[in-house]
């Protein structure tokens, strides 16, 4: 089960790039989040586009944004586990990411807050694989939590952004958000 949730979650997920943020907001499905869980970078040109701003910018702070995606996203991802909205409605879901990437309202975690976040984002992804395991229905936003915390390198990824601000490049499967 585990393997197939990861899988059943990435399928089909679609190519925001030459979709209008406008129109994959009222379209919105969990694919779309998990494919901003699975990948950042892709979420942080998506949600700057929507905030008017080039994902290329020179502009150092918008640069830094791109730079650290994983570490900006960690909030939004912990919004599945924290906020029950975000866990039921893609939607929802959708917008906290983009709200995320807001650049003068974003925020990022303490190497604490990060932590404790990360505790819950693991405990709610652990209880969901389990409520899968024996056939019970869990939020979509507790899926896309259960297909991280199941895909081991993807599950290291998340917490090393989570705990300490960053995704080490040695860390091949974690897309690497970097500037041109």
Known sequence: MRVGLSLALA?????????????AQSTASWDDVWEMVRNPCRAVEIAMRAHGISPW?????????RQAAWTYMAPAVAALAYDEHAARD???????IVAQFD?????????AAGAEAWQRVFEVGSYALAALDRGEAVPGGWLVLAAVI?????RAAWQSAFRWGSVPSSMSRA???GGR
């Open 11 to 23: 399928v089909s997920a679609i190519a925001l790039a030459a979709v209008p943020i406008q129109a």
């Open 175 to 177: 897309p690497q958000c």
């Open 57 to 65: 910018s020179a502009n150092p702070r918008h640069r830094y944004m």
């Open 150 to 154: 199941a895909d081991g390198d993807l």
């Open 90 to 96: 893609p939607q929802a879901a959708l917008e906290r």
């Open 103 to 111: 650049p003068v309202n974003a925020r990022t975690y303490s190497s």
